[in-house]
């Protein structure tokens, strides 16, 4: 199939399978004999794989090894156990910044009144006044499919 038709059927565009197949996670399909490039229903599944990991907040680099390990199935898989857990760590980290994140804004929002200017306003008040506060400087802002330096 060609790569309009794997977009199409994955729900994946066109640029993001380029991309992956740039970076390695998809392997390069032959190319027919005007140059277009010819899939397979291994790359269909491949890209399923990838899409059900992404699903799941996996980075890349994860995605990569659980491809590695997959193509080993007479493995122990425990190598894949041990990624999982790593990811539902962090997962379980993501979901305390979140919980604090929830509540910061829920204490912003209740320094707000009504009938009163902009000027008086108590979240932009509280927003310049407290700025460092907000965020320890240990915490780290998480960009999906990203861990942060030194983690999988």
């Known amino acids: 199939m060609k790569i309009g038709e794997l977009a199409k059927t994955t729900a994946i565009p066109v640029e993001t399978i380029r991309y992956y197949e740039k970076i390695g996670l998809l392997p390069e399909p032959d190319r027919d004999s005007s140059g277009y490039r010819s899939y397979r ?9 990838i899409k059900r990991c992404r699903n799941l907040d996996m980075a890349q680099d994860e995605i990569r090894e ?5 193509e080993q199935p007479e493995a122990d898989c425990s190598d894949v156990d041990a990624l999982l857990a790593r990811h539902l760590t962090h997962v379980r980290e993501r979901l305390r910044e979140l919980a604090s994140l929830e509540e910061t804004l829920v204490r912003l929002q209740k320094a707000c009144t009504d009938g009163r200017t902009v000027r008086e306003c108590g ?5 310049n006044s407290e700025l460092g506060a907000l965020e320890p400087e240990d915490r780290h802002n998480h960009v999906p499919g990203t861990h ?3 983690q999988k």
């Open 148 to 150: 942060g330096p030194g």
């Open 123 to 127: 979240i932009l008040g509280e927003l």
């Open 41 to 49: 229903n291994a790359h269909l599944d491949r890209l399923l794989f």
């Open 66 to 70: 659980l491809i590695g390990l997959a």
